[in-house]
T-cell receptor
Framework: DAGVIQSPRHEVTEMGQEVTLRCKPI?????LFWYRQTMMRGLELLIY????????DSGMPEDRFSAKMPNASFSTLKIQPSEPRDSAVYFC???FGQGAGYTFGSGTRLTVV | AQSVTQLDSHVSVSEGTPVLLRCNYS??????LFWYVQHPNKGLQLLLK??????LVKGINGFEAEFKKSETSFHLTKPSAHMSDAAEYFC?????????????FGAGTRLAVHP
């Protein structure tokens, strides 16, 4: 298995632009998570899905952020409009079952200028 | 609510000496606990996990951790540090009740290994 695949690896965009981050989980995993990592706040859970259904989005910072999982093999995290304070590394992770450890993707480093 | 506290933000050791990264957890039930490692500019990798089986858990790269319920601790150890162990380490607890599979991360401990 290729693991959790995220794209792009790096994204530089101008303030106000729409940004879409993509994630392909490991085949067969039924949970998918989006995390954000910054120096100031560490790792924050933004949202997670179980069987493609959003379960907990309480970590989504504001309405500018949205996430979808149209099928078991694909998820997107969209920021519209983007702001400089959104600059961070965004990780996607997937797991199978409850209490299981996650497999993380390599992350997308987002820079909003 | 479940939480983890990593007692040291930075740990520095010499190559070949033991490593101890400390973690205390708070949970109202028997939790699942994990250690993850993140090398610079990389994603997070699972080192080991405890899920109510043996209290001494062995992981990859010679790391191990012991679950001590009486002390609510899950410290990570390695007998002999290697230069390649320099990274950030996260202690993690799983938020299981209510059907969640939500992992709660500690703030991290940065391990430096000196020659």
């Amino acid at each position: 298995d290729a693991g959790v695949i995220q794209s792009p690896r790096h994204e530089v965009t101008e303030m106000g632009q729409e940004v879409t981050l993509r994630c392909k989980p490991i085949s067969g995993h039924d949970y998918l998570f989006w995390y954000r990592q910054t120096m100031m706040r560490g790792l924050e859970l933004l949202i997670y899905f179980n069987n493609n259904v959003p379960i907990d989005d309480s970590g989504m910072p504001e309405d500018r952020f949205s996430a979808k999982m149209p099928n078991a093999s694909f998820s997107t995290l969209k920021i519209q409009p983007s702001e400089p304070r959104d600059s961070a590394v965004y990780f996607c992770a997937s797991s199978f079952g409850q209490g299981a450890g996650y497999t993380f993707g390599s992350g997308t480093r987002l820079t909003v200028v | 609510a479940q939480s983890v506290t990593q007692l040291d933000s930075h740990v520095s050791v010499s190559e070949g000496t033991p490593v101890l990264l400390r973690c205390n957890y708070s949970s109202s039930y028997s939790p699942s606990l994990f250690w993850y490692v993140q090398h610079p500019n990389k994603g997070l990798q699972l080192l080991l996990k405890y899920t109510s089986a043996a209290t001494l858990v062995k992981g990859i790269n010679g790391f191990e951790a012991e679950f001590k319920k009486s002390e609510t601790s899950f410290h990570l150890t390695k007998p002999s540090a290697h230069m390649s162990d320099a990274a950030e380490y996260f202690c993690v607890v799983s938020d299981l009740p209510g059907g969640y599979n939500k992992l709660i991360f500690g703030a991290g401990t940065r391990l430096a290994v000196h020659p």
